[in-house]
């Protein structure tokens, strides 16, 4: 029985490397070795997954867009030094080191992929979702844009230009959306449930006040 | 090098595949295998550019056929031996069958949140005055370097703009292979779609990498 199952799961997942054990059995293995070892404290790795999983996320650069909305002198800093104006909404380290913000405009949409491998802005961003992070779009955000906005079901104006940035460097790339029409009563709070993901990527828009979550929320 | 890692450009892949909650982590093992990667980061055993050379130098086939955390493992498992912390033999028989190395450091717990505010910044001095300015037309190299590099190859051979300069930073093709941190300008390079792509292109699109000075030549 038990030597079915196991060749059950290396169908499911050979991938080469068929001698070796399933995955999940090989990370566990890997990480008693390294802790027998005293290279690493299993504290630490919880502690670690939990900063990403709890603390870290979108909600930090939806911040930073409202404010860049909302304050002229702070939009001016960020682009003029995106590290800084980032750092000092408290928004700092882990890939993130090194910041650029980019302004959609009418004229010019921005869209940030990494096509060598899933480079992304941590401290605003959080972890990258699967997405960003597989083949379909690190092949095809550099080549056709516009057929992967469509996917995300964003149709842009033919006379919009479209910049795409490949982060192949330690420079991260955030997206400053257009602020959506319709948000003059809006405060900042107000004004940053407003900012998916997604547009801060530039795979979305900013939503529309009043327009439903789910997708758009992103 | 020329690796599966090197995805810009492909066809064949299909849709972009959004998941409907999207999990940051799809299995309990994918967590602990992002959370030992950075802890065993932390302990300055390796640089982040030979990590990700790690994982790029998994065969293509295996590459493309594993989900992200796998390669992340996959990657892991030849850093700890490339760096002699790990035997082979512990690896195939899953459990420690030596003492360990003693490390400059390991992380705790109480030491995570300073590590991650501190993070890893690339910028460098360097007495070298930059060979370019922003306006300037280059051209990037044709190399096809067997180690790691992270000049894509679908920009390779491409004349472009500096759009940004962003001062010094460490260069990850010497740099991952523990040859220093060797740092270089970096610019930001700017291409049109077509000068990519040929003429069937999106005439609106333009595509920019971030490149080192040594990749590139005045055009």
Same mark, same amino acid.
């Given at each position: 029985?038990?030597?079915?199952?196991?060749?059950?799961?290396?169908?499911?997942?050979?991938?080469?490397? =068929?001698?070796?054990?399933?995955?999940?059995?090989?990370?566990? !293995?890997?990480?008693?070795?390294?802790?027998?070892?005293?290279?690493?404290?299993? !504290?630490?790795?919880?502690?670690?997954?939990?900063?990403?999983?709890?603390?870290?996320?979108?909600?930090?650069?939806?911040?930073?867009?409202?404010? !860049?909305?909302?304050?002229?002198?702070?939009?001016?800093?960020?682009?003029?030094?995106?590290?800084?104006?980032?750092? =000092?909404?408290?928004?700092?380290?882990?890939?993130?080191?090194?910041?650029?913000?980019?302004?959609?405009?009418?004229?010019?949409?921005?869209?940030?992929?990494?096509?060598?491998?899933?480079?992304?802005?941590?401290?605003?961003?959080?972890?990258?979702?699967?997405?960003?992070?597989?083949?379909?779009?690190?092949?095809?955000?550099?080549?056709?844009?516009?057929?992967?906005?469509?996917?995300?079901?964003?149709?842009?104006?033919?006379?919009?230009?479209?910049?795409?940035?490949? =982060?192949?460097?330690?420079?991260?790339?955030?997206?400053?959306?257009?602020?959506?029409?319709?948000?003059?009563?809006?405060?900042?709070?107000?004004?940053?449930?407003?900012?998916?993901?997604? =547009?801060?990527?530039?795979?979305?828009?900013?939503?529309?006040?009043?327009?439903?979550?789910?997708?758009?929320?992103? | +090098?020329?690796?599966?890692?090197?995805?810009?450009? +492909?066809?064949?892949?299909?849709?972009?595949?959004?998941?409907?909650?999207?999990?940051?982590?799809?299995?309990?093992?994918?967590?602990?295998?992002?959370? &030992? $990667?950075?802890? +065993?980061?932390?302990?300055?055993?390796? $640089?982040?550019?030979?990590?990700?050379?790690?994982?790029?130098?998994?065969?293509?086939?295996?590459?493309?056929?594993?989900?992200?955390?796998?390669?992340?493992?996959?990657?892991?498992?030849?850093?700890?031996?490339?760096?002699?912390?790990?035997?082979?033999?512990?690896?195939?028989?899953?459990? %420690?069958?030596?003492?360990?190395?003693?490390?400059?450091? &390991?992380?705790?717990?109480?030491?995570?949140? %300073?590590?991650?505010?501190?993070?890893?910044?690339?910028?460098?001095?360097?007495?070298?005055?930059?060979?370019?300015?922003?306006?300037?037309?280059?051209?990037?190299?044709?190399?096809?370097?067997?180690?790691?590099?992270?000049?894509?190859?679908?920009?390779?051979?491409?004349?472009?703009?500096?759009?940004?300069?962003?001062?010094?930073?460490?260069?990850?093709? $010497?740099?991952?292979?523990?040859?220093?941190?060797?740092?270089?300008?970096?610019?930001?390079?700017?291409?049109?779609?077509?000068?990519?792509?040929?003429?069937?292109?999106?005439?609106?699109?333009?595509?920019?990498?971030?490149?080192?000075?040594?990749?590139?030549? %005045?055009?």
């Amino acid at each position: 029985m038990h030597d079915h199952d196991h060749d059950d799961h290396e169908h499911d997942h050979g991938h080469g490397h =068929s001698h070796l054990e399933p995955i999940e059995a090989r990370v566990k !293995a890997l990480e008693s070795i390294l802790v027998e070892k005293g290279y690493v404290e299993p !504290a630490a790795i919880d502690a670690l997954i939990d900063t990403y999983e709890t603390e870290v996320g979108p909600r930090n650069g939806a911040r930073v867009v409202a404010r !860049a909305w909302t304050d002229p002198a702070f939009r001016d800093a960020l682009a003029a030094d995106a590290t800084a104006g980032i750092a =000092s909404m408290g928004f700092v380290g882990r890939q993130g080191e090194h910041m650029v913000a980019v302004f959609n405009t009418p004229d010019e949409h921005h869209l940030v992929v990494c096509t060598l491998c899933s480079c992304y802005p941590w401290p605003v961003l959080g972890l990258p979702p699967t997405w960003y992070k597989s083949a379909p779009y690190r092949a095809r955000a550099v080549m056709d844009p516009r057929g992967v906005l469509a996917e995300f079901g964003v149709t842009l104006p033919e006379t919009t230009a479209i910049r795409v940035w490949d =982060s192949t460097a330690e420079v991260r790339y955030l997206v400053v959306p257009m602020r959506p029409e319709g948000t003059d009563g809006l405060d900042v709070e107000g004004l940053s449930d407003l900012v998916t993901r997604d =547009s801060m990527i530039g795979t979305g828009l900013a939503r529309a006040p009043g327009a439903a979550r789910g997708e758009g929320a992103r | +090098m020329n690796g599966a890692q090197d995805l810009g450009g +492909m066809h064949g892949f299909g849709p972009v595949v959004r998941e409907a909650d999207e999990p940051l982590f799809h299995a309990p093992w994918e967590r602990r295998a992002f959370g &030992v $990667t950075l802890a +065993m980061g932390a302990t300055g055993s390796w $640089t982040l550019d030979a990590s990700r050379h790690a994982r790029e130098s998994l065969p293509p086939a295996e590459y493309l056929a594993a989900s992200y955390y796998e390669i992340w493992a996959k990657g892991l498992e030849r850093l700890v031996v490339a760096a002699g912390l790990v035997g082979a033999d512990e690896l195939a028989a899953g459990r %420690a069958l030596r003492p360990g190395a003693r490390l400059a450091r &390991v992380l705790s717990a109480e030491a995570v949140p %300073a590590a991650l505010a501190r993070g890893g910044p690339t910028d460098r001095e360097t007495a070298a005055p930059p060979r370019f300015a922003v306006g300037d037309r280059v051209r990037t190299r044709v190399i096809n370097p067997v180690g790691h590099t992270r000049l894509p190859r679908y920009a390779r051979g491409k004349t472009g703009e500096i759009v940004l300069h962003h001062g010094a930073h460490v260069f990850p093709d $010497t740099n991952a292979h523990g040859k220093g941190e060797a740092p270089q300008h970096l610019y930001t390079v700017r291409f049109a779609g077509r000068e990519l792509w040929g003429e069937g292109a999106d005439p609106t699109l333009s595509v920019s990498i971030d490149a080192w000075e040594s990749y590139l030549d %005045a055009a």
